[in-house]
């Protein structure tokens, strides 16, 4: 059984930083490719970015582009989701999930989640 575990959440000011990290046990994290997506109050689950299983290739929503960062560490098997730069509007759960499908931002192509981790940028 695949799990995944987030931390690294906390509350942060605007044009600050935080790095959510997203452990993975049952299967390395080169098996899978890994997601990142927030849930915003009264907001639909939006996708975030997504690293591939190799590590070579990564995708972001528009929005976070030049802000947010993905990377794993196979030594660790982690994912980090390095975010610069907040913005207010960034306030939301972030979950990290595992799919087998590469470059995919629909939920339901993800077959492993984690219970989320909360993000607060005042501004």
């Known amino acids: 059984q695949v799990q995944l575990v987030e931390s690294g959440g906390g509350l942060a000011q605007a044009g600050g930083s935080l790095r959510l990290s997203c452990a993975v046990s049952?299967?390395?994290?080169?098996?899978?490719?890994i997601g990142w997506f927030r849930q915003a109050p009264g907001k639909d689950r939006e996708f975030v970015a997504i690293?591939?299983?190799?590590?070579?290739?990564?995708h972001y929503t528009e929005s976070v582009k030049g802000r947010f960062t993905v990377s794993n560490v196979n030594a660790e098997n982690t994912v980090h989701l390095q975010m610069d730069f907040l913005k207010p509007e960034d306030t939301a759960v972030y979950y990290c999930?595992?799919?087998?499908?590469?470059?995919?931002?629909?939920?339901?192509?993800?077959?492993?989640w984690g219970q989320g981790t909360q993000v607060t940028v005042s501004s």
């Open positions: 049952g299967r390395t994290v080169s098996s899978y490719n």
């Open positions: 999930a595992a799919s087998s499908i590469w470059l995919t931002t629909s939920a339901p192509q993800y077959d492993y």
């Open positions: 690293i591939s299983s190799t590590g070579l290739h990564t």
